[in-house]
Nanobody, 122 residues
Framework: QVQLVESGGGLVQAGGSLRLSCAASGRTFSSYAMGWFRQAPGKQRECVAD????????YYANSVKGRFIISRDNAKNTVYLQMSSLKPEDTSVYYC???????????????WGQGTQVTVSS
């Protein structure tokens, strides 16, 4: 069992930056691909970024490419999402997800965090 706890959300003006963190419990963090998803009201949950188990391969949705950076620290059991040049359309609840034994979270997610709200004002 893995517990994921997100932090770092908040209110920011357009053009600003935020860094989200997701801390995972357990001793097998490096066995999981990790991803960041978001879901706005009335919209489907989408994967905005994910990272493989070693941290050597990443994926970004086109909508965030060049603005968001995902990284992980396996020694700290933590995955990060650095968000820059934020836009009002980035407003959403952001969720951390983990997929055991996979190198992507886009197709399978075994665990989810509780979510953290990001609001970007214009």
């Amino acid at each position: 069992q893995v517990q994921l706890v997100e932090s770092g959300g908040g209110l920011v003006q357009a053009g600003g930056s935020l860094r989200l963190s997701c801390a995972a419990s357990g001793r097998t963090f490096s066995s999981y691909a990790m991803g960041w998803f978001r879901q706005a009201p009335g919209k489907q949950r989408e994967c905005v970024a994910d990272i493989n188990r070693s941290g050597g391969s990443t994926y970004y949705a086109n909508s965030v490419k060049g603005r968001f950076i995902i990284s992980r620290d396996n020694a700290k059991n933590t995955v990060y999402l650095q968000m820059s040049s934020l836009k009002p359309e980035d407003t959403s609840v952001y969720y951390c997800a983990a997929a055991r034994g996979w190198d992507t979270t886009r197709f399978v997610q075994d665990y989810w965090g509780q979510g953290t709200q990001v609001t970007v004002s214009s």
